[in-house]
């Protein structure tokens, strides 16, 4: 098999998922470099866990972005745009060369993600603390059609600190949202500095235990782990998982790595040549829109099937 016609299929292996991880991380320094702001620290660090999502575990249909029985991502930590959406251009979503119009006026990808410009983007964030509300009522409703659907909401590790967070999480467990996954990217890191030092949310385990979720720890840029974790966490009856996945903020690129300066600041010049030598690109700042995007067409799906998806009410395999 070749290229990316090999990534749409249903059983995308993980060093299949690890070039399309490269290919995402180097989107996301293109594209802010070029747009010149946006956020690189938090889009790194999540560019393992989304490409998961989006390449092996979600069910979706890029060619239909409102296919009912889609299953839903809510990317809670707004900031972290330009990974959401290099992922949905690799998947097939919009074409790769839109990444570059990132953060400019008219362009259908804006600085924070809004679910009436871009197509496969399911929820308007940036605010921080509401993207697991809003999941909530997405799991919700899903169990009142009895729809077979499932919900993932990505939330920062800083972002935990919003009290709504903990409203969500104690509904989850109250309504039995055993189709809802949250993930947090435990980078450590938050916009002035390291979470604990700001405001401690440890012990992490133990919160989500009390609050009555099942918690799964791994290591966020594992993709052998990351893959063990979602497909465990849709195997939970009765209760909602979080995948508490513990990331590197700039990971990938060496002098953004573990650096809360890097969390909301462009490369510029020579910063973003290094940057993308980094990452593996081939001479030169590379701009958005070189990669192939994946055709569209319905998604690979944890069970391999795609995109007829009929049954009822949990039988989830
Ligand atoms: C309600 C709210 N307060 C403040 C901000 C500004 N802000 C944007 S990102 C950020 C830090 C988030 O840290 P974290 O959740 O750890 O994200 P990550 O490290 O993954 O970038 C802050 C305070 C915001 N977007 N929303
Ligand atoms: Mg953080």
Redesign the pocket.
């Known amino acids: 098999m070749s290229g990316t016609t090999s990534l749409t299929g249903p059983r995308a292996g993980p060093e299949e998922l690890r070039q399309v991880a490269a290919r995402v991380r180097r989107h996301i320094i293109g594209m802010i470099g070029l747009a010149g702001s946006g956020?690189p620290?938090?889009?790194l660090?999540?560019a393992d866990l989304l490409t998961a999502l989006y390449f092996r575990v979600l069910r979706l249909n890029p060619a239909d972005p409102a296919w009912p029985e889609r299953d839903r991502f809510v990317l809670s930590?707004?900031?972290?745009a330009p990974a959401l959406y290099a992922v949905l251009a690799e998947r097939g979503f919009f074409p790769v060369e839109e990444l570059r119009g990132l953060r400019r006026l008219g362009s259908i990808l804006q600085g924070?993600p809004d679910m009436k410009s871009t197509p496969g983007v399911e929820a308007s964030t940036?605010?921080?603390?509401?993207g697991l509300s809003f999941g909530v009522g997405l799991a919700a409703a899903a169990k009142l059609d009895r729809a077979a659907w499932r919900v993932y909401v990505m939330?920062?590790?800083?972002?935990?600190?919003?009290g709504q967070v903990w409203e969500a999480a104690m509904s989850a467990v109250h309504f039995k949202l055993d189709n809802l996954t949250a993930i947090v990217?435990c980078?450590?890191?938050?916009?002035?500095g390291p979470?604990e030092e700001v405001m401690s949310i440890s012990p992490l385990v133990d919160k989500w235990r009390a609050f009555g979720w099942n918690v799964l720890s791994i290591d966020g840029h594992d993709m052998v782990q990351i893959l063990d974790a979602l497909e465990t966490a849709d195997r939970q009856p009765g209760r909602p998982t979080v995948i508490l996945a513990r990331?590197v903020?700039g990971r990938g690129v060496g002098f953004m790595e573990n650096r809360a300066e890097w969390?909301?600041k462009a490369p510029s010049g020579e910063q973003l040549e290094e940057a993308l030598r980094a990452l593996g690109a081939s001479g030169g700042p590379e701009s958005p829109g070189t990669a192939g995007a994946a055709p569209g067409g319905p998604g690979p799906g944890r069970d391999g099937r795609s995109g007829t998806r009929k049954g009822k009410g949990g039988g989830r395999g």
């Not at 930590?77 to 972290?80: I, L, P, Q, R, V």
């Not at 940036?126 to 509401?130: E, I, N, R, Y």
């Not at 939330?155 to 919003?162: F, H, K, M, P, T």
Request: charged share 20%.
């Open positions: 956020h620290g938090g889009s660090s999540a930590k707004g900031h972290a924070h940036g605010s921080l603390g509401q939330l920062g590790d800083g972002e935990l600190q919003e990217d980078n450590g890191l938050q916009i002035d979470v990331t903020k969390h909301g």
